[in-house]
C-alpha cells in the first residue's frame, strides 16, 4: 500500500458544508495526487502536488483547492460541498525507480 | 494526450490464461503503457509498465506490439482473485508532474 493512508474513509455531509480529505504517506515521496473516482468516468486527475506548497490543478479541479504544508499530508478540500462531488477519492503518490503511482485505499463521500 | 481503448468486459477460466488487449494507436514516441487493476471498489493496484519492450513481472506479462498501437496483458494462471477491473493507461509526462489517464477499463471476470 506504499504507506499511504486516507481519512475519513466514509463521509456523509450535507450541501453547502465544508469537508476536508486527508492523505498521509510515511515514506517522505516529494509527488502527490488527489483523483475521483465515478460510474463511467475512470478515475479523473482533481490535483497534485510537486513538493511543500507546490500544487497545481489536474483535469477536474473546479469546486476544490488543496494544500500541502508538509510532506507527509495531501489535504484536499471541498468548500462548499454539492451533490455532484459525491464520488470515491482516491490519494496516490509517485514512488520507485519506474516513478510509478500506488493509491491509497479511498475515501467514498456522500452529499445529500 | 494519447487514449486508450478496452473491451468491456471478458471472461476467464480458472488456471487458463488471461489476455487483455488494449489499442493506443495515437501514444507518443515517449509515452510508457500502464497497466493497474481495482479489485471491488479498493484503490487501483499497480500491475506492469512498459515502454517499447515486452515486460515480466511476477504478476503479469505486457506484450507490445512493434508499432506500439497496442498491447496485451497476460495473466498467465488465472484465479478467482484476479477477478477485477483492469486499466490500461497511457503515462503522459508534462511539466512537474505525470499524468495518469485512465479509461473504463475490462472487466475480467474468472471463473471456477
Known amino acids: 500500500d506504499a504507506g499511504i493512508t486516507q481519512s475519513p474513509r466514509h463521509k456523509v455531509t450535507e450541501t453547502g458544508t465544508p469537508v476536508t480529505l486527508r492523505c498521509h504517506q510515511t515514506?517522505?515521496?516529494?509527488?502527490m495526487y488527489w483523483y475521483r473516482q465515478d460510474p463511467g468516468h475512470g478515475l479523473r486527475l482533481i490535483h497534485y502536488?510537486?513538493?511543500?506548497?507546490?500544487?497545481d490543478k489536474g483535469e477536474v479541479s473546479d469546486g476544490y483547492s488543496v494544500s500541502r504544508s508538509k510532506t507527509e499530508d495531501f489535504l484536499l478540500t471541498l468548500e462548499s460541498a454539492t451533490s455532484s462531488q459525491t464520488s470515491v477519492y482516491f490519494c496516490?503518490?509517485?514512488?520507485?525507480?519506474?516513478?510509478?503511482?500506488?493509491f491509497g485505499p479511498g475515501t467514498r463521500l456522500l452529499v445529500l | 494526450d494519447a487514449k486508450t481503448t478496452q473491451p468491456t468486459s471478458m471472461d476467464c477460466a480458472e488456471g487458463r490464461a488471461a489476455n487483455l488487449p488494449c489499442n493506443h494507436s495515437t501514444i507518443s514516441g515517449n509515452e510508457y503503457v500502464y497497466w493497474y487493476r481495482q479489485i471491488h471498489s479498493q484503490g487501483p493496484q499497480y500491475i506492469i509498465h512498459g515502454l517499447k519492450n515486452n515486460e515480466t513481472n511476477e504478476m503479469a506479462s505486457l506484450i507490445i506490439t512493434e508499432d506500439r498501437k497496442s498491447s496485451t496483458l497476460i495473466l498467465p494462471h488465472a484465479t478467482l482473485r484476479d477477478t477485477a477491473v483492469y486499466y490500461c493507461?497511457?503515462?503522459?509526462?508534462?511539466?512537474?508532474?505525470?499524468?495518469?489517464?485512465f479509461g473504463t477499463g475490462t472487466r475480467l471476470q474468472v471463473f471456477p
Open positions: 515514506e517522505n515521496h516529494r509527488y
Open positions: 502536488s510537486y513538493g511543500v506548497k507546490d500544487t
Open positions: 493507461i497511457v503515462r503522459v509526462e508534462s511539466y512537474n508532474t505525470d499524468k495518469l489517464i
Open positions: 496516490a503518490i509517485r514512488a520507485g525507480g519506474a516513478e510509478t503511482q500506488y
